[in-house]
């Protein structure tokens, strides 16, 4: 399984326990098919920095998870049909390992 970052913005006049539910499904997509949420950090409201769709502010989360190919086609296409959504953006992360990055530093000397 690959490790992705989910940025995605709600319109702002919805309830909290609509934000909630809407979080909650989209981990539930994920975890169905067989990944893991590894983090879900929750912005709040926002001024956008232009106008979406006649909304001037968004609601914005931010979801770090791990999971097949197939359930990230199916959170885009969901992301894509629901009209509460503003905007979205899906991109794959590459985790450095530790030990690479100190070989990587072990060869560059002060002078």
């Known amino acids: 399984m690959a490790s992705y ?3 995605y913005t709600l319109v702002p006049d919805l309830e909290d326990e609509e934000y909630e539910a809407a979080n909650e499904r989209l981990s539930a997509i994920i975890t169905d098919q067989g990944g893991k949420i590894e983090k879900l950090d929750v ?3 926002r001024r956008l ?3 979406i ?5 968004g609601y914005y ?3 770090h ?3 097949p190919a197939e359930a990230v086609k199916e959170l885009d296409r969901v992301l894509r049909i629901n009209e509460k959504v503003l905007r979205h953006l ?3 992360r590459e985790i450095l390992e530790s ?3 100190e070989k990587k530093g072990a060869g560059v000397k002060d002078v």
């Open 61 to 63: 989360t931010l979801m």
């Open 90 to 92: 899906i991109v794959k």
């Open 99 to 101: 030990s690479a990055n």
């Open 65 to 67: 998870f791990e999971a």
């Open 5 to 7: 970052e989910l940025m």
């Open 53 to 57: 769709k006649k909304w001037r502010e």
């Open 49 to 51: 920095a232009y106008e």
């Open 43 to 45: 912005w709040g409201k």
